[in-house]
C-alpha cells in the first residue's frame, strides 16, 4: 500500500483530532492513529474509546487499504518537515517508510483490526445547528464545568431539547451557567449530558461560522459532523441536578456596571485575597462599589472603588473573585447587571444587551462574610 500526502496538509488534520490520544493508556493500540484509504481518499482516526474523532483528506492513491500508526513519532517527524509531498509505503508486516525530498524514516505500524470499533448511530435523533452556535455554546458553560468524579453528572454540560430552544447548562454547585439558542431545529423534547473533554476538542475542530453542522444522539452515544470532520462520545450516564430550583425568580437590587473595569479590579484585589477562598467582599452604597480583599495570615489587603449604577438598599456581598472573573470572559457586552437579594442568596450575572436567539444567565453562590 502506497499514497503521496502534503507534509503540512497531513499535519493540520492530525493536529485536529490528537487530542483524543491519552499519554498514558492501558492498551497500546489506542497511542496510534487509524489510517483508512478509499478511492483516493484517507480517513483517519483516533480514540480513547469514550471518544472517537475522524477527519478525512484527499490524498493520491492507487490502492485501498488500512494500518495503525503510532502518534505521537508521527507527529513530532511531521512538525519538523518543510511544506512538501510525502511518500508513505506500508509493506504486508505493517512496516511504514516515508520518504521526503531529503530523507527516508521508518517507523512500525500495527494491525489495523485490533483498532476498537467505533459505535454506530443506531435509533439516533437529529438536529442542526449552526457551527459558531455550538462553539458558542460550549465557550459560555465549559468553564462552570464540574471536575469533582463523585459527581458524574456535573463533569458533563447538560443539553436540554425543546422544539422552541437549545439549552446548554453547566454546574459545579458553586455557580451555574444557562446558555439558551432558539435557533437550532429540533423536533422532539429530550436532554443528555455530554462530557468535557469531547466538547472541547470538538469545539476546537469546528470553524466558529454560520455553516450548518449535523448533532445526533441516541442513548449512549452523541456524534457531531461538519464536512471531513466527525465525533462521536459517550453520554454520560447520570440525572443533571433540578437546575431550575436554585435560579432566583426575582432578585431586587440591580447593579451594574463596566464589564472590563470590574474585572481588572476584580483581578488586582484578587492578588491580596486568602489563596484558598479567593473571597472579594463587595460594598455596595449608592452609585459606589467598593471591593475588598484579604488575607489575614500574611496581613494582605487589597481595596479599590469603582463607580457604578445601583438600584436598591446598602448591601455588602462576598464571592469567589475567580469565579466571577471566569463569568464575566462569557458576557460579550461593555457593562454586566448583577441581580442580587441578600448577603447569603445566590447573585446573578447577565449581559446588559442579548443578541438576537441568545439567552445567557449565569449564577453564584456567595461566601460566607469575613467579618
Known sequence: MKFIVSSSSLLKHLQQ??????????????EDFLFDIQDKKLSITATDLETVMRVQMDIESKVSGKVCIPAKILLDSLKNIADQPLTISIDKNYGI?????????????????????????DDATGFTMSSGALVTAINKTIFAVSNDDLRPAMTGVFFELTPESVQFVATDAHRLV????????????????????????????????????????????????????????????????DYKVVIPADNPYHLVVNKNDFQNALRRINV????????????????????????????????????????????QIAFNAKFLIEMLNAADTNDVRLELSTPTKAGLVKPTEQAEGEDLLMLVMPLMLNN
Open 272 to 315: 491580596f485575597s486568602n489563596k484558598s477562598t479567593n473571597q472579594v467582599a463587595l460594598h455596595i452604597n449608592g452609585s459606589e462599589l467598593q471591593m475588598t480583599a484579604q488575607d489575614v495570615d500574611f496581613s494582605n489587603e487589597g481595596n479599590e472603588r469603582m463607580s457604578c449604577q445601583y438600584n436598591g438598599e446598602d448591601l
Open 97 to 121: 517508510e516515508i520518504t521526503s525530498d531529503n530523507g527516508k524514516y521508518k517507523l512500525m505500524g500495527e494491525n489495523p483490526d485490533n483498532f476498537p470499533k467505533e459505535p454506530t448511530a
Open 178 to 241: 444557562r446558555y439558551k439558542r432558539t435557533d437550532a431545529k429540533v423536533t422532539k423534547a429530550d436532554s443528555f449530558i455530554v462530557p468535557k473533554k469531547p466538547l472541547n476538542l470538538v469545539k476546537n475542530a469546528l470553524p466558529d461560522n454560520d455553516d450548518e453542522i449535523k448533532i445526533s444522539y441516541n442513548k449512549n452515544h452523541l456524534f457531531v459532523s461538519h464536512g471531513d470532520v466527525q465525533m462521536i462520545c459517550r453520554l454520560i450516564d447520570a440525572r443533571f441536578p
Open 17 to 30: 483530532i490528537s487530542g483524543v490520544i491519552n499519554a498514558n493508556t492501558v492498551l497500546p493500540i489506542l
